[in-house]
Each structure stands twice: as C-alpha cells, then as structure tokens.
C-alpha cells in the first residue's frame, strides 16, 4: 500500500507524518508541488503483456497527461528481480539528484520509493501499483526500486536528454532509510 511519511532533514529515525490515506498523502505532497494520483485500468492487462497494450489500458489518463503537460514521449520500462544489471540501476539514482524537467511516473505494477528533501523536511513516498507521482523541475530527490526491482512504471518526458540526473554530492540520501520491500511497507 502506498505510503508518505514526512521527516526533518536531520532527524531520519523519527517521521513527523506518517500516512497510507491517498488524498491525505495528495494534499501534503501538493504543497510542495509533487501530484500525485491513482490511475485504473481501462482494459486488462497482465504480468509480460507488450508496451502497446500497457500504454492503450491507460490510454485516457495519458491523453489527459500528455494535453495537460505537453509531454512529447512516453514509455514503458519494466525491471525484474532477475535482472544482471539490478545493482547498478539501482545505484544509478540512490544519491541526492535533481532534472532539469519534471520526473513522472506511473505504477503499473511493483514498487519503488521516491525521497525528495525539500528545504528542511524529507518526504519519503513508497508508489505502488496505480500510482502516479509527478517531481517537478530541479526537485532535489533520490529513487530507490529495492534490492529486489520489480515495477513496471510508464515514463513521461518533455525532453529526453532532460531526465539525466545532476547530483548534489551530499550524503542525506545515505543517511534515510532504503527500500527494502517488506520493510518499508
């Protein structure tokens, strides 16, 4: 289940909120300008089922997404648990980050756990799946998909070269908790 848990920057033991209510875990997120939403289905899908017919179950939302937000592609990306490269995808991105455009994704299946500090707080989002989150521009974050990666997520992008990371070199991302699937939940 999805879950927001609010932390001050120096005190990553202790979280100030914490909530699995959608519309609580919306409104707190919006004030610091992060959507986030859930999206249904249009048609059934399954585990292996081939992008098109992904992107055509959400065909409605993302029509909405792309007419809202002018996003020029989308994609779907899956990673599993026996992925070769699992570690260093997950390392990619685990240190304090920002883009120079807005980062959305969609759930589709499996989990991942998005960090953003902002100012003086840290907001720690479990997504799962039906969920959407949208990081705006120059957002200062960290993605953790678990030491066992399972998600299937449809990307949104304005630009493509957009989505590289420019990290901070701080440590705070080392210094939350990482997503360990069970743990977190």
Not at 16 to 28: G, N, P, S
Not at 47 to 62: E, H, K, M, Q, T
Not at 93 to 103: G, I, M, P, Q
Not at 154 to 164: C, L, N, Q, S
Request: charged fraction near 30%.
């Amino acid at each position: 289940m999805s879950r927001l848990r609010i932390f001050a920057e120096d005190n990553p033991r202790d979280p100030q909120l914490t909530t699995r209510d959608q519309a609580e875990m919306a409104r707190e997120l919006a004030r610091i300008h992060v959507g986030f939403e859930q999206w249904t289905a249009g048609a059934p899908i399954a585990p292996g089922d081939a992008p098109d017919v992904i992107l055509d179950a959400y065909r409605s939302d993302i029509d909405r997404l792309i007419a809202e937000r002018g996003f020029k592609t989308v994609d779907v990306v899956s990673i599993a648990p026996d992925n070769p490269q699992k570690d260093v995808m997950r390392a990619k991105f685990l240190d304090e980050h920002f883009h120079k455009e807005d980062e959305v994704r969609f759930f589709v299946a499996g989990s991942g756990l998005f960090t953003l500090h902002v100012g003086d707080k840290v907001y720690e989002i479990t997504c799962e799946q039906g969920d959407l989150i949208s990081v705006p521009d120059s957002a200062l974050h960290w993605f953790d998909m678990g030491p066992e990666p399972s998600f299937v997520a449809i990307r949104f992008f304005t630009e493509p070269d957009g989505w590289v990371g420019h990290f901070t070199g701080t440590d705070i991302a080392q210094r939350f908790p990482r997503y360990e699937r069970g743990a977190a939940g």
